[in-house]
Structure formats: C-alpha cells, structure tokens
C-alpha cells in the first residue's frame, strides 16, 4: 500500500492512529512514520529523512517554514496540548493544585517518567519545573528518562516502584493503556503547547498529505481531537 510518511511529536500519535481508516478509506494511502520528540523529528527533517507531513510544534513549524522544508501555505493549527500528569490505574489519582502540592507530590514519587529532557517539548518543561522547584538535584536519581512521552508512559504503565509518577503530554498519557491522567499542573507550573501540521517541500504525495491535514484539522473531528487530549 502507499503511504503518507509522517515526522511527527509524540504528542499526535494516537490522534494519527485514530484517523488512520477514515483516510485510507478517502483515499486509498496508509500512514507510516515516526513519532517522537520534536527537536529530534525537526532535525530528521533537516537530514533529508523522507517526509511527505510533518506535525510538530507551532513555533518548529514556523521555523521550518522559514528553512524552505514546509510549504508555509499547507500549515495548519490541530490544537492545544497540556503537559500533565499521570499515574497507574491501580494507583490513586495525586492532587495538585499549588506549586508547594507538586514540590510534594514529586518529592514523595520514587520514579519520576518523563520524556527526553533536552529534546522533547515537554520533557524540557518538567526540567524547568524541577529547577523552579528547587528539587532538581534532590530528585534527579529517580528521574526515568526515555525517548519519547510515548515510552516513558509505556515504562510508567509497567514500573515496580511503590510511588510512581509520569509527567508529559495529555495526549501520550490518554493514548497508553495502565496510566490514567492524573490532573493539569498548578498555576505557574502549566504548559498548553499548539502543534501544527505541514507539507513538505519534499512530499512525495502533497494532494493526500493534504487531505490527511484536512481531516486532522476539519471541525468534523472536533470530537476526535478533544477525546485524544486536544484542545481547540
């Protein structure tokens, strides 16, 4: 079968998927490709990786547009992403609703799953929380960092710690069967991200890349994009 071939932030996976027989069904393509942090999807895309769709950050995807890898007209919004947090589905849900509530909540986890600190967008925010914490050092021990929020909450859903605790995307939380959301982080420690898709100035196949934009983005699919951890 032909595929789109996608480079995509972990945060779009399971919307992606969900939409997967409604597209092959418009137009006969499959979807293929890789979902992960998006520094690193953004770098494959500077390689030469094979790439007809990209969705990624808002402000990634501006720059890439400005690179001449995107065709800056294709861009569309698909929505709002929170990092959140999540737990087991054995475990109770943690409350948090201060910056003091999640100093505790972390500090009284005994594996903390996040995704890459460096490259993922919400991975580099649950660094920059511990820091403004003041707990960075005191909990980098029990750090689990991996890949992709993806991953990481695949890892949370079959950890042996007593208190574990996962931080990343609502959508990568929602999408990983043994994990629950958890509940939003506090006021001042909060992070909604928008992503977008784009075109390729490389796409193989821009007519159905850009159908698969459409059902993504369509007001049809309102319902979808929300139940996957999307908002508008």
Do not use: W
């Not at 861009?75 to 947090?85: N, Q, S, W």
């Amino acid at each position: 079968m032909t595929t789109v071939n996608i480079l995509s932030g972990g945060a779009a996976q399971g919307l992606v998927r969900g939409l997967s027989e409604a597209f092959k069904t418009q137009t006969g393509f499959g979807i293929d490709g890789e979902f992960g942090a998006v520094g690193i999807m953004a770098d494959k895309l500077r390689a030469s990786t094979p790439a007809d769709l990209v969705i990624l950050t808002q402000a990634l995807l501006a720059k890439l547009a400005e690179e001449k890898l995107v065709v800056p007209s294709s861009i569309a919004d698909v929505g709002r992403v929170e990092t959140a947090l999540a737990v087991r589905n054995r475990d109770p849900k943690v409350a948090v609703k201060t910056e003091a509530d999640l100093r505790e909540v972390l500090r009284a986890a005994d594996a903390i799953y996040v995704p890459d600190t460096r490259a993922s967008t919400a991975g580099q925010h649950v660094a920059k929380i511990l820091d403004q914490l003041g707990i960075a050092y005191e909990v980098a021990s029990r750090l689990k960092i991996f890949p992709n929020g993806a991953t990481a909450m695949r890892e949370l859903a079959t950890s042996t710690a007593q208190r574990p605790l996962g931080c990343t995307q609502a959508t990568e939380i929602i999408a990983t069967d043994g994990i629950v959301l958890s509940g939003s982080l506090p006021p001042g420690c909060e992070l909604m991200t928008m992503y977008t898709a784009g075109v390729t100035t490389q796409a193989a196949h821009p007519k159905e890349t850009a159908a698969l934009i459409a059902l993504l983005t369509g007001a049809d699919r309102k319902e979808l994009r929300e139940r996957a951890g999307f908002a508008g």
